[in-house]
């Protein structure tokens, strides 16, 4: 009986059909390996981090996936390349790469990744027109891959994987590659929402303690760069026809090629959304070969719906995530409370700088025996005005109340606290003058009438110029200084015991008295002269002001004043508001 060989296949047909079933469990087995390793790449990934910390977790597990020698990931900002981790490098090897990508060039290799938006692999890096010999060699890189990293057409960076040898790349390679990138990717937007976050709670909390309205503006502007990683950033305010906005400041840096408008007109598009409050992405504004976008967000008001806004500018063309947009929309947010207090602060500096010159406006005597000088310096840098005061006024009698003191805080509180207690010592010196009961009176009546922590310090003399007689009272001010013209030398008073005023009642206060002759000087200062500090952290101290009052005492004392707060501005940083007020006997001027 014959056989019927179509039923059964011949022994090449089951070789290509046993060969074909190979195929497919080695493919299966790859895409299970891959979808392993992504899996695990995945966990890792799932915990949000900030932008450091996911990369420099990724380096390792990528190193780990390729079986390859080393890793590193670059982020782009600002159109530049930053190499933020590596594992597998030297520190010599790191520093080298570093260098090559901060270059005009960047990473090639990466660069070629991101323009197709594909991985890149390069198999063998000595035999590739992708990169030269010679820096192949001196990377020791046999094999490359590049990995995009790309977020809604944005290029956030990239990872190298380099090979001591060279390798020939398989499927499984590709579909690895191609899987990492995409999980970094979303990752690495994460991790760049979690940065942002960190970013705006710092900026919140930064220019929630400005106080002037160029401080806030610096801040902000700095705070838009850092936020959306842009090239500079401007604020603008309102103008009074609630048409435009006019550009108030910002940052810029140098190599920004573009200009910024100096007046934007709200009546053209894009920019009439930000009348409504809306923020406004424009990404035409340069030219195909010289790109520029913006990304605007309106500054609101208390009162007005908008104070003005704030322009992160790009020197490149935007693909911005919804995220961004919202952060400077927070960023702006926070802008405009700053804007608001540090005008209220402006408001309430000039009421304070005006009662502060009133209560400095004394006129200084002309006396037949002594000169007077005084000299008023608010701090350095931009601080608040403190509660320092000088004063001299007739009394009974032909004798006169001098005075030099210090109220604690800043501020219009402190200048209104400064008023009551110059007039309270006017009001008991009318009184009786003596200086001991002068300082205890208006000590008890502070005590009574200043808050807990709230202080004064104060010296008050009462001067016969007749006699050229001082009897003088110290309450926790600095101590006066004597120059004695005869001997050049100078004399620290302070054996004077006296508490500050404010703070216990029924304190004493104990009075010492001595005669002027021609050509001494007695001289009276606040805190602010001592406590000039220089660079290394010294302060000014007494013992200089005593060295500089020998070298300038024969000068008259209008300029001996202005010489001795200039020699302590000289040495360092003079924190603190300050006086210095000089009275020089006549004879040997």
């Avoid at 010289?290 to 309106?298: E, N, T, W």
């Amino acid at each position: 009986m014959a056989t019927d060989m179509t039923d059964h296949p011949d022994e090449a047909e089951l070789k290509d059909r046993l060969a074909e079933i190979e195929r497919t469990l080695d493919s299966l087995r790859q895409d299970s390996e891959v979808a392993h390793v992504l899996l695990g790449l995945s966990g890792v990934l799932a915990e949000i981090r900030s932008v450091e910390e996911t990369l420099e977790l990724a380096v390792g597990t990528v190193v780990s996936a390729f079986s390859a020698d080393r890793c590193f990931a670059v982020t782009i900002e600002r159109g530049e390349m930053r190499v933020l981790a590596h594992a597998g490098y030297d520190e010599g090897s790191h520093a080298h790469l570093s260098h090559i990508a901060e270059s005009s060039e960047g990473l090639p290799l990466i660069g070629r990744a991101l323009s197709t938006d594909e991985p890149l692999f390069v198999p063998d890096a000595g035999d590739s027109d992708l990169i030269d010999s010679a820096g192949a060699e001196k990377r020791q890189m046999g094999a490359f891959i590049g990995l995009p990293l790309v977020r809604w057409g944005e290029n956030l960076g990239g990872l190298g994987v380099e090979f001591d040898r060279p390798r020939r790349f398989t499927a499984k390679d590709v579909a690895l590659a191609r899987g990492i990138a995409r999980l970094l990717g979303i990752a690495l937007v994460n991790a760049r929402r979690f940065n942002m976050l960190a970013s705006l709670r710092a900026f919140g909390l930064s220019v929630a303690r400005k106080l002037s309205l160029p401080a806030v503006i610096e801040d902000v502007a700095w705070g838009g760069v850092e936020l959306l990683s842009g090239d500079s950033a401007k604020v603008y305010f309102l103008d009074s026809t609630h048409s435009s906005l006019v550009e108030a400041g910002g940052y810029e840096d140098e190599r920004t090629p573009h200009q910024s408008p100096g007046r934007i007109d709200l009546h053209k598009e894009p920019w009439s959304d930000l009348l409504v409050g809306k923020a406004v992405v424009a990404t035409d504004l340069g030219t195909k070969e010289d790109p520029l976008s913006v990304v605007a967000a309106p500054i609101p008001g208390e009162q007005a719906a908008i104070l003005g806004a704030v322009l992160v500018f790009f020197q490149r063309e935007l693909a911005g995530a919804p995220e961004e947009l919202e952060a400077l929309n927070v960023l702006a947010g926070q802008a405009g409370m700053a804007v608001e207090n540090a005008n209220r602060f402006e408001r309430q500096r000039q009421v304070a700088r005006s009662l502060q010159e009133g209560l400095l406006s004394t006129e200084m005597p002309e006396l037949d025996s002594c000169t007077v000088a005084a000299v008023y310096e608010p701090a350095s840098g931009d601080k608040d005005i403190g509660g320092d005061f000088y004063d001299v006024f007739p009394l009974s009698d032909g004798l006169y109340g001098v005075a030099v003191g210090d109220v604690s805080g800043k501020g219009a509180e402190a200048a209104a606290r400064t008023a009551m207690v110059k007039y309270m010592m006017r009001a008991f010196a009318i009184s009786d003058p003596s200086p001991a009961t002068v300082m205890a009176n208006v000590n008890n009546a502070l005590t009574r009438d200043l808050e807990d922590e709230r202080f004064a310090t104060m010296v008050y003399g009462l001067l016969d110029p007749r006699a050229m007689k001082f009897i003088i009272a110290r309450g926790g001010h600095p101590p006066p200084l004597l120059y004695r013209h005869e001997t050049a030398t100078v004399e620290a008073l302070e054996d004077l015991e006296g508490s500050i005023l404010g703070a216990f009642e029924d304190v004493d206060f104990v009075e010492a008295d001595f005669t002027l002759r021609p050509g001494d000087v007695f001289l009276l200062y606040t805190d602010g002269l001592i406590e000039a500090r220089s660079e290394s952290g010294l302060f000014y101290g007494r013992k200089r002001i005593e060295e500089a009052l020998k070298r300038h005492a024969d000068e008259p004392v209008e300029e001996l004043v202005r010489r001795l707060y200039r020699e302590a501005a000289d040495f360092g940083v003079v924190g603190d508001d300050t006086v210095v007020f000089a009275l020089r006997c006549r004879g040997e001027e």
